[in-house]
């Protein structure tokens, strides 16, 4: 299932401000519970990806709330996952490309599904809590000159400090 991104959430907290508050007894799969897609980054930060602010909450599934970011040069979607993580993404046939890496030194990924490597369409992921956060971006126009897969670990990079450790 390929996720979609363009539209805007209007994120209310300041940028970099970490909300970790996943310390404590509290389960991390409940402190990602309070992560709302459409307020992972600041509405400054939003707008210096080129991203329109607010964005459309757009829940694909009931387990992965995602926000759509209308914009230039990419549009995005940014997605909570609270039943998957890197590892058993990887595991999912469908990824053309699934390649590891690190965002801000937690566990990542960068993922092109199948069917979409003529979309310019890039996922990147990583562990936050007992499950990941995920950022679609999408090139919108010709001439194909945006690193669509670049943009989103841009944007992953910035989400973040502000997501609860991975449990």
Known sequence: MALIGAT???????????????????????????????????SEALKSFGLEVPGEPKDQLP????????GEPVSVRMEKNTRETVSSSEEKSVWVEFERLEVNGRTGARAINQGTTKARLCNVMFDAGQGLIQVQARENQLPDDVNECQKALEIAKKIEPNVPEPA
């Open 63 to 70: 387990w992965a709330p995602g926000c759509y970011y209308s």
């Open 8 to 42: 805007a959430c209007s994120p209310s907290e300041g940028a970099g401000n970490g909300s970790s508050e996943t310390t404590g007894s509290s389960p991390s799969g409940e402190a990602l519970a309070t992560v709302k897609p459409c307020e992972m980054l600041s």
